[in-house]
T-cell receptor, first 111, second 114 residues
Framework: DVKVTQSSRYLVKRTGEKVFLECVQDMDHENMFWYRQDPGLGLRLIYFSYDVKMKEKGDIPEGYSVSREKKERFSLILESASTNQTSMYLC??????????FGDGTRLSIL | AQSVSQHNHHVILSEAASLELGCNYSYGGTVNLFWYVQYPGQHLQLLLKYFSGDPLVKGIKGFEAEFIKSKFSFNLRKPSVQWSDTAEYFCAVPPSGGSYIPTFGRGTSLIVHP
């Protein structure tokens, strides 16, 4: 079964800190995604990657960057964390046009 | 661009009631459709999928969905809900054309009272 592993379930950081969220998948999927999930707003795409070192902006990329140096790993970086980035962050992977597989999520609080 | 609408944002039912959650999509060509479920504290997981063939699709835990092309709909149904069906439900369309990005509905929060 596909496993998407996010490095932390809960994370508390301070404003201005640089924050790294890590995601690893074990099924050789070419596509990986980072979403944030907020009540009433559904899933909003931050960034996605369709190949190693390739990345594309999603709907809300401001304040975030990503890195994909290896096929199995996709990192989300908050360059300078702010309180409005407090949220649930979801990583997903998939083959093209196939259902996505999601990690357990990271609940990030910025104080 | 493709869009997905879920008209019911919050649904509250009693156990044994029947469930139907609406999902409408905008694209008129060949379309694939998914329903995902997120139980409290758990990851999003696939509930059922439609690629082609029989428009009535069976999923896990007694759920089914019917693809009606003329109505651009893919509604999720369950004849008798249980307390354990309390969850968030998302309808989604995978990428089409040259896009890599799936399209999700806003989600429907279902609460089932015992």
């Amino acid at each position: 079964d596909v496993k998407v592993t996010q490095s932390s379930r809960y994370l508390v950081k301070r404003t201005g800190e640089k924050v790294f969220l890590e995601c690893v998948q074990d099924m050789d999927h070419e596509n990986m995604f980072w979403y944030r999930q907020d009540p009433g707003l559904g899933l909003r795409l931050i960034y996605f990657s369709y190949d190693v070192k390739m990345k594309e902006k999603g709907d809300i990329p401001e304040g975030y960057s990503v890195s994909r140096e290896k096929k199995e790993r996709f990192s989300l970086i908050l360059e300078s964390a702010s309180t409005n980035q407090t949220s649930m962050y979801l990583c997903a992977s998939s083959l093209r046009n196939q259902p996505q597989h999601f990690g357990d999520g990271t609940r990030l609080s910025i104080l | 661009a493709q869009s997905v609408s879920q008209h019911n944002h919050h649904v509250i039912l009693s156990e044994a009631a029947s469930l139907e959650l609406g999902c409408n999509y905008s694209y008129g060509g060949t379309v694939n459709l998914f329903w995902y479920v997120q139980y409290p504290g758990q990851h999003l997981q696939l509930l059922l999928k439609y690629f082609s063939g029989d428009p009535l699709v069976k999923g896990i835990k007694g759920f089914e969905a019917e693809f009606i092309k003329s109505k651009f709909s893919f509604n999720l149904r369950k004849p008798s809900v249980q307390w354990s069906d309390t969850a968030e439900y998302f309808c989604a369309v995978p990428p089409s054309g040259g896009s890599y990005i799936p399209t999700f509905g806003r989600g429907t929060s279902l609460i089932v009272h015992p």
